[in-house]
C-alpha cells in the first residue's frame, strides 16, 4: 500500500514537474514574444514619428533646409483659407504636395546681372525652372540671350520675346512667373495660391491696377503669374494681331506691363482677382519697408493710390498672411528676407496665445462671399 502511495506520489511528482517545466517554457516564449513586438513597436513608433515630422510640414514646404537647419512649422493659429478645396488640399493632408508647375522668368539686363545673381541665389531657386532673359552673356548667371534693343524703354520688346521664347521651348509648365531682379518672391505661397486654379484657363494674376485697360492690368514690377494658356494666346493669337491699338504688337518701345494688359484684355486673357478670402492682397509693387509701418513711405499722394485697383491698409495688418512677391528689394533686403523667411525658426508653441505682442487685430474666419471688390 505504502509503495503504491510512494509510486503514486514520485508520478505527482514527475507529472508537476513536467507542468511545471511546460509552463517555464511557455513563460520564456511569451518574454521572447513580448520583448520581439516591445522592440518592433519601438521602431514602428519611431519611423512615424519622424514621418509625421515632415508632414507636419505645410504645402511644398519640407522642415529641414539643405544646411540641416529645422524650417519655421506653420502655425495655423484661427487664419484659414476659406476655401473649402484648397483648406482641405493643404491642411488636412498636412504633407507636401506635387502642387502646380512653375516656371520664373527673370528680366535683367548687363548693368543688373550682378543683382540677378542675389535671384539665382535665394528665391529663384524654389521654383521648378528659372530663366534669365538678357542681351549679353554672363558666365555665372547664364542668361537666355534675346535679339532685342537694350535699354528700359524696350521692356516691351524683351518682354513679347522672352514669352515668345518660354511659349516655344518650355510649353509644358502650368505657370510662369514674370519678375525683375529686384523683386523678392516667396514662391511656396504662390504654389499655394495656385492649388486650386487651371493653367488651361486663360489668366493672370498680379498687383492689379486700373486706368489705361478697362479690365485692369498687372503691376510689371510686382511680378505677375500667367497660365500656360494665357501665354500660349498671347503668343498665338495677340503677336498676330493686325491692328495695332488691340495689341501694340509691332511696337518696340512701350510700357510693358500696360502693352501687356491691352494685349490679354484684347484676346479675352482675364485679369484675375489674386486677394486671400478676406480681401488682403499678396503681390506688391513695393518693399516691405512700405507696407508694415503705420507711417508708410509710399505717402497718400503717390501714383501707387491713383492707380490702385483694390485698395488696401499700411501697417501690421497691411497684407495677406500669404504674402507672394515686394519688388525694389536691393540685395541686402532679399538677403535680410531670406534669412528672417527660411533661416529663422520661431517657438510659437511656447508663446501663450493671449500674449501675442503683434498689434494686429485677431484675424477671424470670413466667408468668401462677404468680400466685395474695392
Avoid at 505657370?175 to 504654389?191: F, G, H, Q, S
Avoid at 494665357?230 to 503677336?239: G, I, N, P, R
Wanted: glycine share 8%; charged share 20%.
Amino acid at each position: 500500500m505504502e509503495g503504491q502511495t510512494y509510486k503514486k506520489a514520485n508520478g505527482y511528482a514527475a507529472d508537476e514537474m513536467v507542468r511545471s517545466l511546460r509552463s517555464l517554457g511557455r513563460t520564456v516564449s511569451t518574454f521572447f514574444l513580448g520583448f520581439s513586438l516591445g522592440i518592433f513597436l519601438h521602431i514602428f513608433v519611431a519611423f512615424t514619428g519622424e514621418m509625421s515630422t515632415v508632414r507636419r510640414g505645410d504645402v511644398s514646404v519640407h522642415m529641414y533646409g539643405d544646411n540641416g537647419m529645422q524650417r519655421n512649422e506653420p502655425w495655423e493659429y484661427e487664419y484659414n483659407e476659406t476655401s473649402s478645396s484648397k483648406r482641405q488640399i493643404a491642411y488636412s493632408r498636412r504633407m507636401p504636395l506635387d502642387g502646380p508647375r512653375v516656371l520664373c522668368y527673370i528680366l535683367t539686363g548687363p548693368t543688373t546681372h550682378q543683382t540677378a545673381l542675389h535671384v539665382k541665389n535665394t528665391w529663384g531657386q524654389r521654383c521648378d525652372k528659372t530663366v534669365f532673359f538678357s542681351t549679353k552673356s554672363h558666365a555665372e548667371l547664364q542668361p537666355e540671350l534675346l535679339n532685342v534693343p537694350e535699354g528700359y524703354v524696350y521692356l516691351w520688346a524683351k518682354t513679347k520675346a522672352a514669352l515668345t521664347h518660354l511659349h516655344r521651348h518650355y510649353p509644358s509648365y502650368d505657370w510662369y512667373l514674370k519678375a525683375d531682379d529686384d523683386t523678392y518672391v516667396i514662391v511656396e505661397n504662390l504654389r499655394y495660391f495656385l492649388l486650386d486654379k487651371d493653367p488651361e484657363e486663360p489668366v493672370y494674376y498680379g498687383v492689379k491696377f486700373k486706368k489705361l485697360v478697362k479690365q485692369g492690368f498687372m503691376s510689371g514690377g510686382g511680378g505677375y503669374v500667367l497660365s500656360r494658356e494665357a501665354v500660349s494666346k498671347f503668343v498665338t493669337e495677340a503677336l498676330q494681331l493686325e491692328d495695332q491699338t488691340l495689341c501694340p504688337s509691332l511696337e518696340n518701345k512701350g510700357v510693358e506691363d500696360v502693352n501687356l494688359g491691352i494685349c490679354m484684355e484684347s484676346i479675352g486673357v482675364r485679369a484675375g482677382d489674386s486677394r486671400d478670402a478676406f480681401g488682403k492682397p499678396r503681390f506688391f509693387s513695393h518693399n516691405p519697408m512700405s507696407l508694415f509701418y503705420k507711417a508708410p513711405i509710399i505717402n497718400k499722394f503717390h501714383w501707387y493710390w491713383r492707380y490702385l485697383w483694390y485698395k488696401h491698409d499700411v501697417g501690421p495688418d497691411c497684407c495677406s498672411p500669404h504674402i507672394i512677391t515686394f519688388h525694389d528689394v536691393e540685395p541686402r533686403m532679399m538677403w535680410t528676407l531670406e534669412g528672417l523667411l527660411y533661416r529663422m525658426q520661431i517657438h510659437h508653441e511656447l508663446q501663450p496665445r493671449e500674449l501675442n505682442t503683434s498689434t494686429s487685430s485677431p484675424i477671424v474666419e470670413a466667408p468668401i462671399s462677404s468680400i466685395t471688390p474695392g
